[in-house]
Structure formats: C-alpha cells, structure tokens
C-alpha cells in the first residue's frame, strides 16, 4: 500500500484546510487510517484517526478537526487553524488489527507527508 498525502499549504490563523489521502494498490475502507504530525524540532504525534466510521481526536485538535474517508480516500478538515498547527501532516494505515488507534508503531503504512503552515 503506498500512500499519497496531499491538501497542505499556507494558511492564516483561524482558516481551514482540507488534507487527503489515497493510497495505490486497494481501498482504505478496510483499515484503520490515520494522521499524524511532526512540527519542526518536535517528536511525531497523533492528531486523528478513523475506524470503519468512528473518528477519534487528539484533544489538542478536537472539535477544530474531522476525520472522514470514503473507499478511496480519507479526509481530515482542519478548521479554525492556529499558529501551534504548523507542522507536517502524514496519514498512514493500520492494515493488522490493534486496539490502539493513535501509537505510531501500531501502523504499517505511512504516506510522504504534506506541509500545512499556519500564519498567525
């Protein structure tokens, strides 16, 4: 599964943005999909993730972020955006099952990442 990221980009405080992510070789309806981000000199964190159709939210981006997908594709709508949400957004997927939906090592796949800048 190669994974395909995409949507970043400059934005001001308070805007929104909408990142995607397909992936080649089949249909991300079947795992758990996942997005993370790693600001500049900080480690990589859990932002969002989605299993069959329930969303699950750091709390630093919960009720500001929505996680969705289709069969080919997963969303994450970023709204309300804050200078601290700067940072390079990944997706990734979890093909075998785990309880744990926001650990970085519980995920098998990971897309290239895409850059968001939020501007205060």
């Known amino acids: 599964v190669q994974l395909q990221a995409c949507g970043g980009g400059l934005v001001q405080a308070g805007g929104s943005l909408r990142l995607s992510c397909s992936a080649s070789?089949?249909?991300?309806?079947?795992?758990?999909m996942g997005w993370f981000r790693q600001a500049p000199g900080k480690e990589r964190e859990f932002v969002a993730a989605?299993?069959?159709?329930s969303g699950y939210y750091a709390d630093s981006v919960k009720g500001r972020f929505t996680i969705s997908r289709d069969n080919t594709k997963v969303y994450l709508q970023m709204n309300s955006l804050k200078p601290e949400d700067t940072a390079v957004y990944y997706c990734a997927a979890q093909v075998r099952y785990s309880p744990d939906v926001d650990k970085m090592f519980e995920y098998d796949y990971w897309g290239q990442g895409t850059l968001v800048t939020v501007s205060s």
């Open positions: 070789g089949g249909a991300l309806s079947r795992y758990v």
């Open positions: 989605i299993r069959w159709s």
